[in-house]
């Protein structure tokens, strides 16, 4: 089975704070994408990767940058949080562009 | 015009009836399509892909895809209370996966 893990389920930083969201995937999958979900905007692409030390803006990449260094791992990074920024993260990764992506458990980021 | 769109509901069905989830999409090149499923607080998990025209069947599930009218649906049988949850519809367009923002499902006994 496919496993992909994030580094918290839930976090509450302060205004300000740079945070890290890290994600991890066990099936040696070239592509990985980070979103954020929120209620009635539904999933929406930050930032996404094909490969190692490659990134690919998405639909709202501002105040955000990622970190891919190892083929498992890709972090998301929130240089300066803010509140508009609290939100749901979800980290998905795929064998494939056309294939299924495979969800980890999301993070709950509330920013204060 | 949203790449893809779902009604988002919530869609109301007896225990035991069939529930039907539908979708439209706009790339009329868009080859593959997958419905999810998202519990409350929770991230979204594969149920179905489909690839070609026609029905797909797997269990309760049947996915349905008619490529000529850019629309694919979701059809649970014997719904259960289980089943209450929020379906996603997603496709393939330029190289990434467009989700829709979902329709909420709920069972009632």
């Known amino acids: 089975d496919v496993k992909v893990t994030q580094s918290s389920r839930y976090l509450v930083k302060r205004t300000g704070e740079k945070v890290f969201l890290e994600c991890v995937q066990d099936?040696?999958?070239?592509?990985m994408f980070w979103y954020r979900q929120d209620p009635g905007l539904g999933l929406r692409l930050i930032y996404f990767?094909?490969?190692?030390?490659?990134?690919e803006k998405g639909d709202i990449p501002e105040g955000y940058s990622v970190s891919r260094e190892k083929k498992e791992r890709f972090s998301l990074i929130l240089e300066s949080a803010s509140t508009n920024q609290t939100s749901m993260y979800l980290c998905?990764?795929?064998?494939?562009?056309?294939?299924?992506?495979?969800f980890g458990p999301g993070t709950r980021l509330t920013v204060l | 015009q949203k790449e893809v769109e779902q009604n988002s509901g919530p869609l109301s069905v007896p225990e035991g009836a069939i529930a039907s989830l539908n979708c439209t999409y706009s790339?009329?090149?868009?080859?593959?399509f997958f419905w999810y499923r998202q519990y409350s607080g929770k991230s979204p998990e594969l149920i179905m892909s489909?690839?070609?025209?026609g029905d797909k069947e797997d269990g309760r599930f049947t996915a349905q895809l008619n490529k000529a009218s850019q629309y694919v649906s979701l059809l649970i049988r014997d719904s259960q209370p289980s089943d209450s949850a929020t379906y996603l519809c997603?496709?393939?367009?330029?190289?990434?996966?467009?989700f829709g923002t979902g329709t909420r499902l709920q069972v009632f006994p």
């Open positions: 998905a990764s795929s064998f494939i562009t056309e294939d299924t992506q495979y």
């Open positions: 099936m040696d999958h070239e592509n």
């Open positions: 990767s094909y490969d190692v030390k490659m990134k």
């Open positions: 790339d009329r090149g868009s080859q593959s």
């Open positions: 489909i690839y070609s025209n």
């Open positions: 997603a496709t393939v367009a330029t190289d990434k996966l467009i």
